[in-house]
């Protein structure tokens, strides 16, 4: 597996954990949504599963350590 694939993995819970809460937040805080709140929040809980390997897999290269060569050069 690349070191990509490993930060992926590694940042999948907690991205896992913003968008769920994202969603329930916004289910349980509008008045018109918390009446069918108990098919919303499956509704959040799958779609948080689903999305969560794309976002981590998007943030995963902006966590890796640059060289310090191309980190001095930037000063």
Do not use: C, K
């Amino acid at each position: 597996m690349t070191t990509r694939a490993y930060i992926a993995f590694a940042l999948a819970l907690m991205v896992n954990a913003v968008v769920f809460g994202a969603g329930a937040i916004t289910v349980l805080s509008v008045p018109a949504l918390s009446g069918i709140a108990s098919y919303l929040l499956p509704a959040i809980i799958a779609l948080s599963v689903i999305i969560t390997p794309f976002i981590s897999w998007h943030l995963a290269p902006n966590l890796r350590t640059r060289p310090a060569r191309t980190i001095l050069r930037q000063r």
